[in-house]
């Protein structure tokens, strides 16, 4: 997903999963639409559907495994949250020493969350995704503050995890050349609306334009 | 390169000061409790109970306690209670709410004063051969600045002693030495009252001065401005930040204000006392109410404020 | 263009912003001014005469000079050292004040947690309706009782108890209690609606419950500065325990008011280095532990 700053990227991500209520259409998983869903229903939905935030949204003075345990809160009750909290289960604390493993910083584990560099917290925030073992993954600007380098590595084992655990990805980037190399299907959003809906290699100079074009109208509206 | 979750729980890093600190806390409870007096026998016993009964049967005003029993739906009880109420206001009791007020209002004036005026010297990063370059740490590197250095560190620790001291005696021990010396006026109250807040305001202050960003000082002192100018064009940008803690400061004078009249200043204090001493207890309860409704009034006025300050 | 403006809107702004400022200061100067004015006419302010100066000049001048031992020819002989004697009435007042708080603490954890919104307000699915329903019925009693048990001052339930049942140890522990969790659990409560709720959301958002969210990605935000707050109020504590003493217990209070009495100030003074002792190393160990874990100087 695509699309200049303001082009509602992050409100269509967050509505996906309803915290963000949708002001026209609906959202719709397996047939069944959020609005409809009561709320236990809706609380096993969105268990299966993992998001990260821009701004990651780890609890900072909590031990890493805590953070990665809060991923699966879905399945659980109050108990199961404050176990994390205190002292997690052996089989809970291996899984999520694995996953992280697996991203990449398994040593930290228990470290506290807001000693780690903020590309470790990311790594993190893709582990707490992973413990909840979603169907779907939403990942708002997951490269938005993490130098060129560094921003496919991520991507790419996004796209790996997504291939080997079996989940549709869906992320929302700034970068278009990282966009069109990676991805095999692009969604162009502008002020609100969907300009464009294919693979990459469909895409002509004349979406790209209109994508990123300036409107005369737009900045005088700012004015 | 730890291979599984136990091992990595087993290395945790873990604090040694937290825990040490969470055991003493814990072990200075349990000895407390064991070693104190502190049963509750002491609150029952055959004469207290009969003591306490008595007490609550007299907290209720004298006419209503002399006609027997109160109906909330006479109106005729109700303006006896009233009549009760507006005598006891007239008689003292809103002179005692109005010194009350000025007490508390005039001391933390005061306190604010002296207490911003000294945070600057008892900030670390003003009293040094190099002020806001970091303080002492980066005036250290700078060779030839032995005796000054010397000379702004004695000032800064005794600064920081006096100020810590102020705030270590309780208001009411202030105002208990003072009142025994100076006599029986609002003075000595609102010098207590200034005493400990500048105390507390001087450390506040110097704390908000030493976590100020450097920057603009900086550039200041570095075009030639000396201590005292950096420290007035400074000022403006910490001062929401201060008028918050004076705020704060002035709920607790409020608060205060009401009990340092035990000692025998004109507050609602000293009719308190009075009425204790004669064992008026409805009396006593009312004054108490009223010593609660203008705390209250107080904390509303200072939210106010602070919502003010925090806006503007 | 637009930058232009935006950067003028907000000099306008900050400068409106100090206006208000002004207008604050202002305000506090004229009341501090009418408050003088007041007491002055009720006669409140006038200075005291030089043999009461004389008086508190002979009081300072053995603050240099506390006294390690009796001075009066009057003590007797059974009375314990003076410096054990010291050491015993600061005992009593670190045991009241540790009393006290260990009574207020959960009481205040309680009421705090009871007397925030954020429980009962967080989105989120999990019994949501019941919450938001119960949520008011909870709060609101649990607000009045700590604003009616933190607005009488600790001395005043000190005269109360002391008029009622007599001031026992006890009473004395409940005195201190009961303002101390009325005043920590208002402020627990605002901790706890002023923590950042980023985190909070973001669980809910993956089908965490309100619960949840509340105990793992909400208390834990606000416990640094909860802590930091207890640690401030213990200091508080330990001078209101020093103060009751002037009501019958015997802690600091009783001594320095005694020894005040019978103008044996170099004693006066050995109590009154007790009590900056005291204060001066809560402070000192509540700043080490702020300084590695927790946040800025409480201000209330």
Known sequence: MVGPSGAGKTTLLRSCNGTVPAAAGGVAINGRALSDMGERELRRTRSELAFIPQDLALVPELRVVANVLAGGFGRGGLLTALRALLKPRRADAQRAFELLQRVGVGDQLYKRSDKLSGGEQQRVAVARALFGGPRVLLADEPVASVDPERARDTLALLLELAREQGFALLVSLHNLKLARELFGRLLGLRRGRLLFDCAPEQLGPGELAALYALDPSEDEQRD | MKTSAEELRRARPRSRLLRAVAWAAAALVLLSWASGDFGLEQLSGERRLA??????GELRPWPVQQQGGFDAASTADWQTVYDWAAALMADGGSAALASTAAIAVLASVLAALAGYLACWPAARNVACPAPFFGGPAVAAQRPGLG???????????SLRAVLLFARAVPEYLWAFLLVESLGYTALPAVLALAIHNAGILGRLGA?????????PARALAAAGATRSQTAAAVFPGLLPRLLLYFFYRWETCVREATVLGMLGVLSLGSLIRDARAGNLYDELFFYVLLGAMMVLAGDLLSALARGLVRRA | MSSATDSRAGTQRTMVGAGKRRAVVG??????????????AQGQLALPGLESLELLARFFS?????ALDYGSPFVPVSA???LLQVATATWRTVQLAVAAMSLALPVALLLGFAGAS???????????????????LVYAPARVVMTLARSVHELLWALLFLAAVGLSDTAAVLAIAIPYAGTLGKVFSEMIDEAPRDAAVQLTGSGATAAQAFSVALLPRALPDMAAYSFYRF???????AVLGFFGPETLGKFIRLAWNESLYAELWTYLYALFTLIALSDMASRALRQRFLGEAPAR
Do not use: D, Y
């Open chain 3, 27 to 40: 305000a506090i100067a004229a009341a501090g001014l009418a408050s003088a004015a007041l007491l002055s």
């Open chain 3, 118 to 136: 954020a429980w009962w307000r967080l989105p989120g699915p999990g019994g949501r309706a019941v919450l938001r329903r119960l949520g008011p």
């Open chain 2, 51 to 56: 003591n306490l009964e008595r007490f609550t």
């Open chain 3, 62 to 66: 053995h603050a240099l000079r506390p």
């Open chain 3, 235 to 241: 200091e508080c504590a330990l001078r209101s325990a």
């Open chain 2, 207 to 215: 704390e908000t001065v030493e976590n100020m960003p450097p920057a």
């Open chain 2, 147 to 157: 005796w000054t250095r010397w000379a702004w560190s004695v000032l800064n620790h």
């Open chain 3, 80 to 82: 314990p050292p003076l």
